[in-house]
């Protein structure tokens, strides 16, 4: 079996290759920056309410519905799924938003820069 190589990101964040791969690359990680950026602003929302585990839970499946409903894909939402299952999880939910926070807003800087891919002139 050989492969092709269609597409290449470097270290630098430059990026090369053919059109069609090298866009797929870049929306798979805005669509992951983006997920990251909605949890660590839900977390942050939902950290002082009454039930935020509730409060996640219906904000993840809004945008779920929202993103099928209109064909989008520009948020990979099985990220949102999986942080609402992980906030549903805690005896202690308030207590781990606290701590988690600041993760999820280092995570998702870290993704948003990951994501941002310039092309080689």
């Known amino acids: 079996m050989a492969a092709k190589v269609v597409s290449l990101i470097y270290a630098d964040q430059t990026g090369e290759g053919d059109q069609e791969p090298f866009d797929r690359v870049v929306s798979v990680r805005k669509g992951i920056a983006k997920s990251l950026s909605q949890e660590a602003a839900l977390a942050q929302s939902a950290m002082h309410e009454p039930n935020p585990a509730g409060l996640i839970d219906k904000a993840v499946t809004e945008i779920v519905r929202h993103q099928q409903a209109n064909h989008l894909q520009d948020t990979d939402t099985s990220y949102l799924k ?11 939910t308030k207590a781990y938003l606290e701590k988690r926070v600041p993760e999820l807003q280092r995570e998702a800087k870290i993704a948003a820069d990951y994501a ?3 092309r080689e002139q």
């Open 82 to 92: 999986r942080f609402s299952a992980e906030i549903k999880a805690q005896s202690d």
């Open 116 to 118: 941002n891919v310039r």
